[in-house]
């Protein structure tokens, strides 16, 4: 079974905006860093890339998608959805898409918030994204599920209440807990055979599953700013590659697009 892969495509000032001692842009070398990783075990993913990104890289966004990736948006600037406001959402997602799309001529047709921030409960976002043209969100962790969902069937793809397609990060069972282990931060704290093991019951439970990392988790020299807890975005860096590298070689990835494609359809069908 395939399983899809997700990278969240932004720089480490984009989320600390910190920088404590002149280092600089790094996303470009490690998303390249990404890309030549995939390549060695034929792994396609989708890259939700921030408009800012965008903008700033687009021979970036171009390799990404020479290189058979599917391209989504991450929004434009890493605020979280919930700290928007409508017509600020509204704005963040055009200017997004037309950086990505300015770039490569490829339609945009997946979203995923900043920190997975929208609420299962809250719909003015998701309409937004839908009257906005996207064909799927893959932003609402499914431990956050809607009222009257089940956690087992809001682990798969399912359809809202506009049509929209929502694809979940996969949340593996680990004991009694449901937890976003299908992950770079997965991989940081826990082997690679572990991580299969818990993707391989994940199959059995649901099916296919969505795993996510980003960039600057593969770069022990990208800070992560000040803020209680946030060392623990600096542990396992160094181990994430060799344990991806172990995990690759058990297991298949591919973009959403394709993951998914009969839920989907032809909705995220490449078109310029």
Not at 195 to 217: K, M, N, Q, T
Request: proline share 7%.
């Amino acid at each position: 079974m395939q399983h899809a892969l997700s990278v969240d495509v932004e720089d480490w000032h984009h989320d600390s905006g910190v920088d404590p001692g002149g280092v600089g842009p790094r996303v470009e070398t490690n998303t390249d860093r990404l890309l030549q990783l995939f390549a060695d075990y034929g792994s396609r993913a989708t890259f939700f890339v921030l408009g800012d990104v965008a903008a700033r890289y687009p021979a970036l966004v171009r390799r990404i998608a020479a290189a058979g990736h599917e391209l989504g948006s991450h929004g434009y600037s890493h605020r979280p959805v919930m700290d928007l406001t409508r017509r600020e959402l509204r704005d963040e997602l055009r200017a997004s898409r037309q950086a990505i799309e300015d770039a490569t001529g490829v339609a945009v047709k997946g979203f995923r918030a900043p920190y997975f921030s929208i609420k299962a409960e809250v719909r003015w976002p998701v309409d937004i994204i839908h009257d906005s043209g996207f064909a799927y969100d893959a932003s609402i962790l499914a431990i956050d599920r809607p009222p009257g969902l089940e956690l087992v069937t809001s682990r798969a793809p399912y359809q809202l209440h506009n049509g929209l397609w929502e694809v979940p990060v996969a949340l593996l069972r680990l004991g009694r807990w449901h937890l976003p282990l299908a992950s770079g931060a997965g991989l940081r704290f826990l082997p690679a055979c572990y991580i299969e093991r818990l993707l391989r019951r994940f199959e059995r439970e649901v099916g296919a599953g969505v795993f996510y990392l980003h960039p600057w988790e593969v770069d022990p020299l990208s800070p992560t700013g000040p803020g209680a807890g946030r060392w623990l975005l600096r542990i396992g860096r160094e181990r994430l590659e060799p344990r991806w590298r172990q995990l690759s070689q058990h297991v298949q990835f591919a973009a959403i697009r394709d993951v998914f494609a009969a839920q989907l359809g032809s909705a995220t069908a490449d078109s310029p």
